[in-house]
């Protein structure tokens, strides 16, 4: 290392410290998840749980940083052997897997946000969401083992060349190691835009629908009493159930005009009513003279007044299914408004692992393709490494804890943040999810 030796005592102790950390914290999420009967039920909390001991597995021999290094190598701090070197290297790279379980998981999430998916359907493919992961992790630490490729990386034991072993060392990084690792970043990146833009998509076009719903036009009906009835324009079922009240309404008024749809009196009432308040007075139509004018009159008025009252029961109808059928489908839009809220915040989730996730690899990603382009290591951004890659535990539990936590700030406003942490983590505490299909 071309380093000072404090900062090589840095490179030592910082592995140490984060890698307890992550410990204890990935500890606390197997804890949460194993002490509730109901999270050991859904699928979401299960994943979790084998990102939570893989997670285990990698703080602890990453933690142990330079001690199972073999003493004769000279690194600072080593005191190890070559059987303890190849120990630690080998669930190093085991440590693989929790970038697969990363996947996995965003492989869920864009399921359940993006395509719908429901509990039984996830249940099929979850165990693939497992064994894929630890497969890959398993296979690849296994096969480093014949090919003795696990030897002291400065850091910690890893894939390394060392004097007679580690033959084609570099080489084999990345096929096992930053190609696969590099492939789930890729394709947790590309899940997460996925499930935004499908997210963003439904927010659009619930934009859409609210603006319409805001700038509702009404068309009006004149009724023959001289009432106006108003329909919303875009409510075909109000107009549909309208018109059906209508024509029994019209039905019950007898022969005054109705004939039905194939009756003379389809013209409707709308036509009917002015024809029937016209005066009798001209000669040509008065043929039986004052009598026969006040029969006219007497017939013109029943008319007028069954038209009347057929008129209001018909306004009345009308305006109690257009306001039943506007509130109906104000409910409706409340649910459908309460469901976006829910995939975004359950898209968001999604977000935050993966920014745990490219929190953990980014540093160390960098510090290896640097040193592929110019063969330089920089020790800032080395021991940022040296402090994130053990610590991964650590932003997993941060944001598996934080809908929880945050229902619980909200349930206990006056209780503080450790009261708040602690109903967070109990096996009585609910969580925010509502099944497989609802992560957050």
Known sequence: MPFTKAQQWALVIVPKVTGFISLVFSGLVIYTVCSCKQKRSKTYHRLLLGISCVDVSSSFWLGLSTWPIPKETGILGASGTTASCTLQGFFTQFGVTSSFYNASLSVFYLLVIRYGWKDDQIRKIEPF??????????????????????????????????????????????????????????????????????????????????????????????????????FPLDDDCAKDSVVEEQGESERETGNNNYQGETGEGKQGDLEAVPEAVQPATSPLKSWGGEANMTNSTLGSSRMVNSTVRSSRRKSGLALAVSFRNINNSGNMTESRANKRRRSREVANQSLRYAGSFYFTWIALTLTRLLQAINGNTYFPLLIIAAATTPLQGLPNFLVYLYPRYKKARKEMPNAGVLECFKSSIAPAAQSTERGSRDPA
């Open 129 to 230: 969401l497992h064994a894929f992961p630890l497969l890959w992790g398993l296979s690849t630490s296994i096969a480093g083992l014949p090919l003795t490729i696990f030897n002291s990386a400065n850091l910690w034991c890893w894939i390394a060349p060392y004097k007679d072993r580690g033959e084609n060392a570099d080489l084999f990084r990345w096929i096992l190691f930053y190609g696969p690792l590099w492939t789930m970043i890729l394709l947790v990146t590309i899940n997460v835009m996925l499930m935004f833009h499908h997210v963003r998509k439904l927010e659009r076009a619930a934009e859409q629908h609210t603006f319409r719903r805001q700038s509702l036009s009404f068309s009006t009906t004149v009724q023959p009493n001289g009432f106006q009835v108003q």
